[in-house]
């Protein structure tokens, strides 16, 4: 779970991103700001981890999009946000894991709505709530 932030502020919603070596050019532009503050920090990708998710890749990718699907529409309508989709990337904290992954991004920090939301306790329950519903509907289907 992360929270996202933009230049525009009327940037806004949640979204959750599946692993993908392609990328929409929004979804790579977010991707490569959040692995650049990994890579700045040494965090690394193990090689040997990233050759063995190959194997696994096109099913890991089928399942976590059904997963993202769920909790992005169950978060946006329960706490009445903008639905802002599911997108692949490449993103370093989901490359090289063998299963079923999700980057959920809660909302945009920069937005004066989403913001109130995000630190809201209640809002934080039911994000919670959602995300765990979400978990129990992939599971079960």
């Known amino acids: 779970m992360h929270a996202n932030a933009s230049d525009n ?8 991103f599946y692993f993908s070596k392609k990328s929409s050019p ?14 700045k920090y040494g965090d690394s990708s193990d090689k040997i981890i990233q050759i063995s998710g190959e ?9 976590s999009i059904r997963l993202a699907k769920k909790i992005v529409e169950n978060i ?14 490449n993103f370093a904290v989901l490359r090289g894991f063998n299963g079923t992954g999700v980057l959920i991004e809660l909302g945009f ?3 004066s709505y989403d ?24 599971l079960t289907r």
């Open 109 to 111: 920090v920069s937005n």
């Open 76 to 89: 946006a309508d329960r706490l009445e946000m903008r639905n802002g989709g599911v997108h692949g990337a």
């Open 26 to 39: 929004y979804a790579e532009r977010i991707a490569n700001f959040e692995n650049s503050i990994g890579e």
């Open 115 to 138: 913001a109130e939301i995000l630190v809201d306790a209640a809002s934080q329950q039911k994000m919670a709530e959602e995300i765990a519903k979400s978990i129990r509907e992939y």
């Open 55 to 63: 194997l696994a890749y096109k099913k890991n990718q089928e399942n």
């Open 9 to 16: 502020k009327s940037a806004n919603g949640v979204e959750v």
